[in-house]
């Protein structure tokens, strides 16, 4: 099993800055590593998919990087509606796993 | 616009058993993999089981392999997971989600979930 390990657990950012979340892999994925969203009592929403294509909707603001075992989600300038729980969740073979999340909270 | 609608959860006791549901809508069922994804109180999400388009294949991660059972109904637009045996660390909301495509398994959509609680 492929364990997607995220840092930090916690983000404090202020609105306007830039953040920085990471995930590695414990083998390569290649890059097949998804980014998803998710705000308190909501389900998580697709963000990026493919370690860096933005999925439908989703503001350019959001941008993927990485490939293989480190992987990057960089939200350019955080707005309001972007403090949520952030996770990445491979698809390179069975089982399918996520990683723990990263919080991005208001600093 | 894709809806998933899950329904089924319900408070269980230890050793107890389950069917979850998942009414689809808004895409062409019977051409997508679905998967039920959970996610205990807290925690991150945790996938647990696929189906393929024509029901033919299904894996399962090991915590519940042997216990649940995922299946679908392609003339329902519905999907299922038996969840049999149950235990306190099942607690959780239940997620069904589309796949993208065959090829690329992860998630474009979820449905709202619904929780199980398994206590006594």
């Known amino acids: 099993e492929i364990v997607m390990t995220q840092t930090p657990a916690t983000l404090s950012v202020s609105p306007g800055e830039r953040a920085t979340l990471s995930c590695r892999a414990s083998?390569?994925?290649?890059?097949?590593l998804a980014w998803y969203q998710q705000k308190p009592g909501q389900a998580p929403r697709l963000l990026i998919y493919?370690?860096?294509t933005r999925a439908t909707g989703v503001p350019a603001r959001f941008s993927g990087s990485g490939s293989g075992t480190e992987f990057t989600l960089t939200i350019s300038s955080l707005q309001s509606e972007d403090f949520a729980v952030y996770y990445c969740?491979?698809?390179?073979?069975?089982?399918?796993?996520f990683g723990g999340g990263t919080k991005v909270e208001i600093k | 616009e894709v809806q998933l609608l899950e329904s089924g959860g319900a408070l269980v006791q230890p050793g107890g058993s389950l069917r979850l549901s998942c009414a689809a809508s808004?895409?062409?069922?019977?051409?997508?993999?679905m998967s039920w994804v959970r996610q205990a109180p807290g925690g991150g999400p945790e996938w647990l089981s696929i189906?393929?388009?024509?029901?033919?294949?299904?894996f399962y991660a090991d915590s519940v392999k042997g216990r649940f059972t995922i299946s679908r109904d392609n003339s329902k637009n519905t999907l299922y997971l038996q969840m049999n045996s149950l235990r306190a660390e099942d607690t959780a909301i239940y997620y069904c989600?589309?796949?993208?495509?065959?090829?690329?398994?992860?998630?474009?959509?979820w449905g709202q979930g619904t929780l199980v609680t398994v206590s006594s």
């Open positions: 989600v589309k796949e993208y495509n065959w090829g690329d398994i992860f998630f474009d959509s």
């Open positions: 808004g895409f062409t069922f019977s051409n997508y993999g």
């Open positions: 189906i393929g388009d024509t029901g033919r294949v299904i």
């Open positions: 083998q390569s994925v290649s890059r097949k």
């Open positions: 493919g370690a860096s």
């Open positions: 969740q491979h698809y390179s073979n069975w089982p399918l796993t």
